[in-house]
């Protein structure tokens, strides 16, 4: 089926105007395209372009309806014939630019991590969560094989029930909650809407996920019936899908120009925690024992989790401070972003 049915994803996106969530392009770039759809010609650029634009200005830049219409419609060539089914199962295609270009995201992706707040908190958010996520899972298939459980391979698959449960249930209620919430807060800001607004759901899931994995620790380290250890697991994955779901979504939305040197810098870090914590649990909780060992976990998860509440604080800030580097990385992307 994979094989067969999974057809290539990759999509050459060219943009010819701003449009995009977080994209900034001048207010000249705007007039140019605007007057260009009317036939008129483009006003030269004032010495004062620097400055910001009267509400005058604004006001005659900004589009009719008609011209919203067009610049919210898809445009699609006909002219050019689509791939065949078996074009569209090719492993490797290729991509138009110079080797350059495409070898630096190797590398730029970590100089995004330790150049920009936003970057290095989701990635560390993503990190710990996962992290907690696998030293459960390895922690059950370890201590349910023994007495008083005795769970086969069987049951123990079964036990991951609860866990997808509870991050069903997070991710539906934190979908409509943190849309509405964002909602409200951009209308109390003027109608502007900013990234970090999406922290305020961020923090209530954070006691589900600490609470949640410090009863899973007691629970099965001190052989509580298995229905307390499911619902343990159950609720801490309640809260830390709900987390990792917002800490993309502020990702996304802070740094959408960047965010594949982004996701791949995160990746990094997500792989890192969970390929240490994996190889370090038998030894660490042969030494210290299981709850001691979420204890630790728990107090670096709470640190880096309680963070959110720096951001809410001055997150917009850092972004304007990081604003330069910001654009810098988006101007060196593998295809043009409409930055300016």
């Not at 650029?45 to 067009?70: H, L, W």
């Not at 509405?180 to 990234?195: D, M, Q, S, T």
């Not at 007691?218 to 619902?231: E, K, N, T």
Request: charged share 15%; proline share 6%.
């Amino acid at each position: 089926m994979f094989v067969f049915g999974f057809e290539e994803t990759k999509f050459m996106h060219f943009e010819t105007l701003e449009g995009r969530q977080g994209s900034v392009t001048s207010a000249t770039a705007k007039n140019t395209i605007f007057n260009s759809e009317k036939g008129e010609k483009p006003a030269p650029e004032s010495p004062a372009s620097d400055f910001p634009p009267s509400a005058e200005i604004m006001r005659s830049s900004e589009p009719d309806a008609e011209t919203r219409r067009k610049l919210s419609t898809i445009q699609i060539d006909y002219s050019k014939p689509r791939k065949t089914y078996v074009q569209r199962l090719n492993l490797l295609t290729t991509s138009e630019g110079p080797w350059v270009d495409f070898l630096r995201h190797s590398w730029q992706p970590f100089m995004i991590l330790f150049t920009i707040p936003g970057v290095a908190y989701c990635s560390l958010v993503y990190g710990i969560l996962l992290a907690w996520s696998t030293v459960m899972t390895t922690a059950l298939s370890t201590y349910m094989l023994d007495a008083p459980y005795n769970f086969s391979a069987s049951q123990i698959g079964l036990m991951s029930l609860a866990p997808f449960i509870g991050s069903t249930l997070g991710t539906i209620v934190v979908g409509p909650v943190s849309d509405f919430v964002a909602l409200r807060l951009a209308k109390r800001n003027g109608g502007i809407y900013e990234p970090e607004m999406r922290f305020w759901v961020f923090l209530p899931f954070v006691p589900f996920q600490l609470a949640g994995a410090w009863w899973f620790a007691y629970a099965l380290a001190g052989g509580a019936p298995w229905p307390q250890v499911a619902m343990a697991f159950g609720i801490a994955n309640f809260g830390s899908g709900p987390l990792s779901s917002l800490a993309l979504v502020y990702l996304l939305d802070a740094y959408n120009e960047i965010v594949g040197d982004a996701l791949t810098a995160l990746t990094v870090v997500r792989n890192t925690f969970s390929t240490i914590f994996v190889f370090a649990i038998p030894a660490w909780a042969a030494a210290v024992g299981l709850p001691n060992v979420f204890n630790t976990i728990g107090a670096l998860g709470l640190v880096i989790l309680s963070f959110a509440g720096a951001f809410i604080w001055k997150g917009k800030f850092w972004r304007y401070k990081f604003a330069k580097t910001y654009k810098y990385y988006a101007d060196r992307q593998f295809e043009a972003r409409p930055m300016s």
